[in-house]
């Protein structure tokens, strides 16, 4: 199940849209690169299936 999230990319500050796996576990981490300035950041995000609880990024 994929939820929507915006998130402000911890480099350049600007919003953008992640799709997030629900049912892929309670803590998730991976890494996505900002479609704005290409910078890899790294997405903590706490779920349960259908809805996200929190996400942060860090930069790399
Ligand atoms: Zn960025």
């Known amino acids: 199940m994929l ?12 919003p953008m849209a992640l799709d997030v796996d629900t049912t892929g576990g309670e ?13 890899p950041m790294e997405i903590f995000v706490r779920c349960e299936p259908g809805r996200v609880l929190s996400i942060s990024v860090s930069a790399e």
Do not use: H, I
């Not at 939820?3 to 990319?9: F, G, R, T, W």
């Not at 803590?27 to 910078?39: A, G, T």
């Open 3 to 14: 939820e929507e999230v915006l998130v402000d990319c911890a480099a350049c500050g600007e």
């Open 27 to 39: 803590e998730q981490s991976y890494f996505e690169d900002c479609p704005v300035c290409c910078r």
